[in-house]
């Protein structure tokens, strides 16, 4: 494993904690750039009543925002959850060509589920799937979940 992952997970482990705290589901999200942090998401859909503001979106929107929507094609997204197929649908379109998550969601992910987004080689608009690399930090992504399924 390289030693960035678990670098940046940690930090995303950090943000799920805070979405945590205000009743979110356990998802925090980075996108990295040359060792360099260009966005930052926490899961907020629920408390924000937006479903769109998973933490995916938020890191992109973050990058964009912070005037680096260029980079996101030679970037890497890490999160603590598996990205979902709305999730995924974005990180196709801005080209993210590396994902790094934790915990596997096996209905509604973007790699693992039979909506796997991120693996589709026949639009070519897309080009290239990304690479992806699952199970990075995923005892502690395992407990913050927990955790969230005794809130609800």
């Not at 980075?30 to 890191?59: C, M, P």
């Not at 070519?124 to 955790?147: R, S």
Request: aromatic fraction near 6%; include cysteine; glycine fraction near 10%.
């Amino acid at each position: 494993m390289k030693d960035h992952y678990k670098i940046y997970m940690h930090q995303c482990l950090d943000l799920a904690r805070i979405a945590l705290e205000t009743g979110n589901p356990p998802v925090g999200a980075l996108i990295v750039f040359e060792g360099k942090v260009i966005g930052k998401g926490i899961e907020s859909g629920k408390s924000t009543g937006d479903i769109t503001n998973h933490a995916e979106i938020l890191a992109i929107r973050d990058a964009i925002a912070n005037g680096y929507k260029d980079m996101l094609q030679a970037a890497i997204m890490y999160t603590t959850h598996e990205p979902c197929i709305m999730c995924s649908y974005l990180i196709r379109h801005h080209k993210i060509p590396e994902i790094v998550y934790g915990l596997a969601v096996p209905m509604l992910g973007g790699a693992t589920s039979q909506f796997a987004v991120l693996s589709a080689s026949d639009i070519p608009k897309w080009g290239k799937p990304p690479a992806v690399t699952g199970g990075i930090c995923l005892e502690e992504c395992n407990v913050l979940n927990e955790a969230f399924q005794k809130q609800l």
